[in-house]
């Protein structure tokens, strides 16, 4: 110890050393050396000769002089550097401040959060709960990156993992997003075995022919692939496809008095069996679990109070299709599939029980007492029976508004390639849905807005009732994109929805009341692009108009409809939207002379 002190000691002496000759050579006059030999140059060469030969006479020049000062002045700063450095150790990754390990760990994972779009996978999860190992302060600053996506439904498992996470003090912290999943376990199919293997086997031999449907549009749905991109896809369908075949096969026989269907062996039938009665032994137990759960009616709250809990949580998605699970052996994979919870589409389809339509409600209601306050709201479900299930009352309307008080995405509408209804819907319920609807949209906040009301269509018939009436007049002037497809609308709904400052998306819109020259006259009047005095664009906005219907469009002959509002022009867009935009002073409706208004 008193090794180190005399060390110390001696280190600093010498430092104090080095210190005060540095002091002494910035004290010397080199600059006013300098100054006097310029003042020499304009001396007499007589003046010059006389103090050359004084140098001299002193031994050195007044340029070596000043060299010698500049070498004892780099040597003492060497010298100061080697003695000070024994003292500083060299920076390493831990001497990063937590906000900049946060930012890099969140690079490694691999995720964000964009405006109106929510990744909810991450191919960094493995790289995180390997960088937790390596020391405490990377513990602590990527802990709470290991969970930023939950997924929560009406069993005991997963409301209890919701909780888990919701108390964790540090992984709820990134949890940015929940999911919730709507569908269930229906009486029905628990009471009687052979209608829940029927029920089972009509539903892969609809994914079969859906995933047929798909092959078949695949090149004409996705132009803008790459053809390795296409190909991809492709193969991935196609081994879908085989899977969901080989899964069908092993219901040949099941439940059928029929000579033509060849029968399975006995061995072939009993292996089989076994299956199906393990997987109607489960699937009674789950509906147990979900019966109790309702019964409580605890769900929506202990939901509630747990994303309540999650202070970074802005993202809810509402939905009834679960993620297609991961590939295992054809067993496991025939016995995951007849246990599986029924979809709202799937329930309307075998006539089922009803599906709990009344959570989208209380489920967003609950959120607003809790005073979460959601940034993106994704509503994607399966048209039920009756929305008129929604009855909306005036307090669940104030709920919903102040869920959405900061609200910037709102989307709402059926799964891709989902079953239209068939049967035929009611007024109550259009006026369900858009009560609902406005509710939502009751802010100033709103960056995007995607709405789409198919649910309420019959086969390829549009809805004869208003749904059109969707009320955008308190969005922000930041609104850049309106998505509405397939409502019905009246000709005055057209004129309050509010200018986008990049896209509004009219397809197949109906028109109830009015003419569509008189329409297209408002949307040229909302939506054309808006230029100054000097022709450069003040807002810059699109207004695609797709198949419309109602009024003189069904009259129009069918050549006539397409050049109007299905033919693209060379510049980009059909006549009818080249006139919206401004781009020509003629509505082609009202060009057209074999038409009368």
């Known amino acids: 110890m ?33 100054s006097a030999c310029s003042q020499a140059q304009a001396q007499t060469q007589t003046q010059t000769q006389i103090r050359a030969r004084a140098s001299d006479d002193h031994g050195s020049t007044h340029a070596e002089r000043v060299e010698d000062l500049h070498l004892k002045d780099a040597a003492v700063r060497v010298a100061v550097k ?42 960094g999860q493995r790289d995180i709960m390997s960088v937790r190992l390596v020391c405490r302060r990377f513990c602590h600053a990527s802990t709470h990156l290991l969970i930023h996506f939950l997924t929560v439904s009406m069993d005991p498992p997963s409301l209890l993992r919701l909780a888990e996470v919701s108390r964790h003090p540090a992984i709820r912290k990134g949890v940015r997003g929940v999911r919730v999943l709507l569908d269930f376990y229906d009486p029905a199919l628990a009471d009687d075995f052979w209608r829940f293997v029927g029920v089972r086997k009509d539903d892969l031999n609809n994914s079969v022919n859906d995933i047929q449907a798909r092959l078949r549009q695949v090149r004409t749905s996705h132009p803008g692939w790459s053809a390795s991109r296409r190909n991809e896809f492709i193969e991935q369908l196609r081994a879908e496809l085989q899977e969901k075949r080989s899964l069908l096969s092993s219901f040949d026989g099941f439940g059928e008095d029929n000579a033509a269907v060849p029968q399975p062996s006995v061995d072939q039938s009993t292996f089989y069996r076994r299956i199906f009665d393990a997987a109607h032994r489960e699937y009674k137990r789950r509906l147990r679990e979900q019966q109790q759960i309702q019964e409580s009616g605890t769900f929506v709250q202990d939901v509630a109070n747990a994303i309540a809990m999650l202070p970074a949580m802005r993202v809810l998605q509402l939905c009834d299709r679960r993620q297609r699970m991961a590939l295992g052996s054809g067993r496991e994979n025939l016995y995951n599939v007849m246990i ?51 009855s909306l009352s005036d307090e669940d309307c104030r709920n919903l508004s102040a869920a959405a008080r900061y609200l910037r995405h709102f989307s709402f509408g059926p799964p891709p390639f989902c079953r239209i209804n ?77 200018p986008t400052e990049e896209l509004i998306w009219l397809n197949g819109l109906h028109l109830l009341s009015g003419t569509w020259a008189e329409a297209l006259d408002i949307l040229r009047e909302k939506y054309h692009k808006l230029r100054d005095d000097n022709g450069n664009n003040v807002r810059c906005h699109e207004m695609m108009l797709l198949d419309p219907s109602g009024a003189e469009c069904n009259s129009l002959p069918e050549e006539k409809y397409i050049e109007i509002f299905s033919k693209v022009l060379p510049q980009g867009g059909s006549r009818a939207e080249n006139f919206i935009w401004g781009f020509t002073g003629v509505n082609p409706l009202r060009d057209w002379s074999g038409w009368m208004i």
């Open 82 to 123: 080697r003695y000070s450095r024994r003292g500083i150790r060299s920076l390493q990754l831990l001497d990063l401040p937590d906000e900049i390990l946060i930012l890099v760990f969140e690079q490694v994972k691999g995720w964000w959060l964009n405006e109106g779009s929510f990744d909810p996978y991450s191919h």
């Open 2 to 34: 008193a090794v180190a002190v005399d060390e110390s000691s001696s280190q600093e002496s010498t430092l104090d050393i080095l210190y005060r000759q540095l002091r002494e050579l910035n004290r010397k006059p080199i600059g006013g050396i300098r």
């Open 422 to 498: 068939q049967q035929p819907r009611k007024p109550e319920e259009g006026r369900q849905l858009l009560r609902f609807t406005n509710a939502l949209l009751n802010t100033d906040t709103l960056r995007s807005v995607n709405v789409d009301f198919s649910c309420l269509r019959v086969k390829d018939m549009p809805s004869p009732f208003n749904t059109g009436a969707i009320d955008t007049s308190h969005a922000s002037p930041g609104l850049s994109l309106m998505c509405f497809s397939n409502m019905s609308v009246h000709l005055e709904d057209l004129e309050q929805y509010s």
């Open 340 to 390: 599986g919870p029924m979809e709202w589409t799937q329930a309307t389809r075998h006539r089922l029980g009803t599906p709990p339509v009344d959570l989208l409600v209380k489920m967003i209601s609950a959120l607003g007492e809790k005073r979460v306050f959601l940034t993106t709201i994704d509503i994607e479900v399966s048209p039920p029976d009756d929305y008129s299930a929604l």
